[in-house]
């Protein structure tokens, strides 16, 4: 079974600042994908990166990167120079190419202020 | 960046109604996904479907039901709906072959 943990609840970051949000996983599947995705509170769930488990480079996406350590699986997002549009829920969830399902954290919640 | 829609929006009915969700794509995705989301919590996988005429349940216990009649189409009905039903439904696509999966606006309903 796979299982995806966020540790962060709730994060606050100054605009123009980086910010790390926190994702652990867990599973026995010897391939699978990490995913990042946002939640504005429009509800929609936006797909921002991805990051293969036999990937060697750390994933990025204009200001999205994926800090992936798999040795201590984790799979972090690094959002640079914060937004306020950045505001928003950010789901990590993990791929299983065995199931073929998508495990999602239970978010954070990010805020951006000025 | 795919292009799949859920209608209505936002959907506030009383109980005992049949209710279906609309979701379609326009990318010919043949795998597509519903999820139910509580708020400010994470998503559960409540049916999905590989092609037409393809249908599984998820991991969620539902008494919601899905048809693939078209590749494009993939509608969720709830029979009778209760207020245990209010959530957010999401639906999703992705290709064969790929991982990544593309979600529409979602549907918040509200069962009174």
């Known amino acids: 079974a796979q299982k995806i943990t966020q540790t962060q609840p709730g994060m606050f970051v100054q605009e123009k600042e980086a910010v790390t949000l926190d994702c652990t996983y867990d599973?026995?599947?010897?391939?699978?994908?990490l995913f990042w995705y946002k939640q504005p509170s429009s509800g929609e769930m936006i797909f921002l990166i991805y990051?293969?488990?036999?990937?060697?480079q750390n994933a990025t996406e204009g200001r999205y990167s994926l800090n992936f350590q798999k040795a201590r699986k984790s799979a972090n997002l690094v959002i640079s120079a914060s937004q306020l549009g950045d505001s928003a829920m950010y789901f990590c969830a993990i791929y299983s190419y065995n199931t073929d399902k998508l495990i999602f954290g239970t978010g954070t919640r990010l805020q951006v202020f000025p | 960046e795919a292009d799949i829609y859920q209608t209505p929006r936002y959907l506030v009915i009383g109980t005992g109604k049949k209710i279906t969700l609309e979701c379609s794509q326009t990318m010919g995705h043949d795998k597509m996904y519903w999820y139910q989301q509580d708020p400010g919590m994470e998503l559960h996988l409540i049916h999905y479907?590989?092609?037409?005429?393809?249908?599984e349940k998820g991991d969620l216990s539902s008494e919601s039901t899905v048809s693939r009649i078209r590749t494009e189409h993939f509608p969720l009905t709830l029979e009778s709906a209760r207020p245990s039903h209010t959530s957010q439904y999401l639906c999703?696509?992705?290709?064969?072959?790929?991982?990544?999966?593309?979600f529409g606006p979602g549907t918040r309903l509200t069962v009174l």
């Open positions: 599973t026995s599947d010897p391939s699978y994908g």
């Open positions: 479907s590989y092609g037409v005429n393809s249908t």
């Open positions: 999703a696509s992705s290709e064969v072959g790929t991982d990544t999966q593309y």
């Open positions: 990051q293969g488990s036999y990937d060697q």
